[in-house]
C-alpha cells in the first residue's frame, strides 16, 4: 500500500512538472503574441497617420489653393525635447497666413504640449509669428483640448464633428 501510494505520489508530482511546463509555454506564446499585436499597431498606426496626412496635404493643395510644407529640421540646443532632436511640423501657407499644424492620428496632453513647444521653436529658428497653432486628429484626449485652449490652438477632431450623435440614444 506504501509503495502504490510513493507510486501515486511520482504520477502526481509528475503531472504537475507537466503542467508547469505547458504554463511557461503558454505563457511563452502570450507574450510573444502580444508583442507581435503591438508591433502590428505601431506600424499601422505610422502608415495610417501619413496616409492621412498626405491626403490632407493633397486637398488642401489641389482643391483650396493652399502651400502645405512638411518642415524636418534639427534642434542642435536641445530646447523641445531636452537634447538635440529632429523636429517635424506642418505648414500651412496662403497669402502670407501661417498655420503651423500637427496632424496626428491621437493627441495626448503631453502631445499637446510637445506640439506647442516645437511651434515656438519654429517661430523662434524661423522669426516669424504664427497666425494659428492647428491641431488635426481624430482623436483627442480631453486633458489635451485644456491644454489647446490655455495656448489658443485650435482642435479638429472626429468628436467636435459627431457632437451629441456620439452620446445620444434612442
Not at 491641431?135 to 485650435?154: C, G, H, L, Q, T
Request: glycine share 6%; net charge negative; charged share 35%.
Amino acid at each position: 500500500m506504501l509503495r502504490r501510494l510513493g507510486e501515486m505520489d511520482e504520477r502526481h508530482a509528475e503531472i504537475e512538472r507537466k503542467w508547469a511546463e505547458q504554463a511557461r509555454r503558454l505563457d511563452a506564446v502570450e507574450r510573444k503574441f502580444d508583442s507581435t499585436i503591438g508591433a502590428l499597431g505601431a506600424r499601422w498606426g505610422l502608415h495610417s497617420e501619413e496616409t492621412f496626412r498626405s491626403a490632407l496635404r493633397g486637398i488642401l493643395t489641389d482643391f483650396f489653393n493652399l502651400e502645405v510644407v512638411q518642415v524636418n529640421e534639427y534642434d542642435e540646443t536641445g530646447e523641445v525635447f531636452g537634447r538635440p532632436e529632429q523636429i517635424e511640423l506642418d505648414l500651412i501657407i496662403k497669402n502670407g497666413t501661417l498655420l503651423i499644424c500637427e496632424i496626428k492620428l491621437s493627441m495626448s496632453k503631453a502631445d499637446m504640449y510637445l506640439f506647442e513647444r516645437k511651434a515656438r521653436w519654429y517661430e523662434r529658428c524661423h522669426e516669424r509669428q504664427a497666425d494659428q497653432l492647428m491641431v488635426i486628429s481624430p482623436m483627442v484626449d480631453a486633458r489635451a483640448r485644456k491644454v489647446a485652449e490655455r495656448f489658443n490652438i485650435i482642435v479638429y477632431s472626429f468628436a467636435d464633428d459627431a457632437g451629441m450623435a456620439l452620446t445620444e440614444t434612442e
